[in-house]
């Protein structure tokens, strides 16, 4: 079965604060996307991975394909940063992602 | 950036009746999807679609759903008769290329489903 579980559920942090929010998958993967959930429910894609390190803005993605492992940093974190950060995973067979939960971020002025 | 487009971003049906989600894919991808987010719960696959036929489908995706590529652009999920259980954020993506899920795969922003 495809698991994909992140940490923690729930995160609130003081403006400009570090921030990291963690995804594992239990299979191998060919890519892995970090995508950003607002209260509407709509959804942008941040990153699209499938080896090493992204970074856009004050956003970082880092992705260890030996150990099944992505993270996802925001830098300096700001309060409309609050949202939901969702990591989905795309197997090498088939075509569909499989996601996570997704981690409720609070960024409190 | 290219995008898929997805309309409406709201739409509200009563129940039984025929709903349709319509969605742009990227110009030239070729392999398209959806999939469903019921209100706190993770999103879920649906299926995917290529080459004018399903290649894809999950459980959910009963004898109530179906999909077209009814032009050279459009990409639609018909509801038949909508539950109120249907009621859900719908997502369309689609990909260049669909083995391995790394080709320019792109999420729209989606629709959200209330069944009345």
């Known amino acids: 079965k495809n698991e994909v579980e992140q940490s923690p559920q729930n995160l609130t942090a003081q403006e400009g604060e570090f921030i990291t929010i963690n995804c594992s998958y239990s299979?191998?993967?060919?890519?892995l996307h970090w995508l950003q959930q607002h209260p509407g429910g709509g959804i942008v894609s941040l990153f699209m991975?499938?080896?090493g390190k992204k970074k856009h803005g004050r956003l970082i993605a880092t992705i260890n394909i030996q150990e099944k492992h992505s993270s996802l940093h925001i830098t300096a974190s700001h309060p409309r940063d609050s949202a939901v950060y969702i990591c989905?995973?795309?197997?090498?067979?088939?075509?569909?992602?499989?996601f996570g939960t997704g981690t409720s971020l609070t960024v409190i002025p | 950036e290219p995008e898929v487009t997805q309309t409406p971003s709201h739409q509200v049906t009563q129940m039984g009746q025929e709903v349709i989600l319509r969605c742009v894919p990227i110009?030239?991808?070729?392999?398209f999807y959806w999939y469903r987010q019921i209100l706190g719960q993770k999103v879920e696959f649906l299926v995917s679609?290529?080459?004018?036929?399903?290649?894809?489908k999950s459980e959910i995706f009963d004898d109530q759903f179906s999909v077209e590529r009814p032009d050279g652009s459009n990409f639609t999920l018909k509801i038949r008769s909508t539950k109120l259980e249907d009621s859900a954020m719908y997502f369309c993506?689609?990909?260049?290329?669909?083995?391995?899920?790394?080709?320019?795969?792109?999420f729209g922003s989606g629709t959200r489903l209330t069944v009345v």
């Open positions: 993506a689609s990909s260049l290329i669909g083995q391995g899920a790394r080709y320019g795969y792109t």
């Open positions: 299979v191998g993967i060919s890519a």
């Open positions: 991975l499938s080896s």
């Open positions: 989905a995973a795309g197997p090498n067979t088939g075509n569909q992602f499989y």
């Open positions: 110009s030239n991808h070729l392999y």
């Open positions: 679609f290529y080459n004018n036929e399903i290649s894809e």
